[in-house]
Each structure stands twice: as C-alpha cells, then as structure tokens.
C-alpha cells in the first residue's frame, strides 16, 4: 500500500463501518494537531490513546447528531452546531487534547 493513490484510500475508507470512519476521523484530526502544534513544549508526543473517548462516542451518539463536540477522555467538554465556539470552551476549561469531531 506503499503507493496507494488518494482515490485509493478513498475507496478502502467508503468500505470501512461507521465506527472506523470515526476512528479515522479523530486520528486524522490528531494527527494534523500534532503536526502544527506539537506536544508541551513544541515536543510530539506520541502513544496517546483514544480509546476512552472512542468509546463515548459509541455510546452516545445518537445525542449529539449535528453538532460538534469536544471530549476529554469520557467527559464530554463542549458540544454545538459552531465548531469555533466549541473549541473556544474547551480552551478556556484548560484541556490540553480534547478531542473535536462532527457528529
């Protein structure tokens, strides 16, 4: 797979369930935190789970569907149809990695 296309990748990514469509959503949305902001310091950390967040969203998702939400670990940070005004509340509550997504 070392030189799959992006119309590849889109392929594979239209086979996978629901859940891992989030999966992969999340990772890539960490992946580019991580990438333009770096860890504490400007360090990358790396090994993080998501796991636990993973799971509230299987929990919970059919009552979020529409907004935007912000997670820190299982606690549900911020949630609401403006994406801005979630991520501002969850800065100002001092979560380092909350996690965003659409739902």
Known sequence: MENASFEQAVEIVK??????KRRLQQWLI???HTQLNGGANGEIELGYSREREMNWLSQHEAEYAGQWLAL?????????TDPHQVFAEAQAQGNRRPVYGFR
């Not at 086979?15 to 891992?20: E, N, T, W, Y």
């Not at 820190?72 to 609401?80: F, I, K, N």
């Open 15 to 20: 086979s996978l369930p629901a859940v891992d």
């Open 30 to 32: 960490e992946d580019e």
């Open 72 to 80: 820190d670990g299982d606690r549900l940070v911020s949630h609401g």
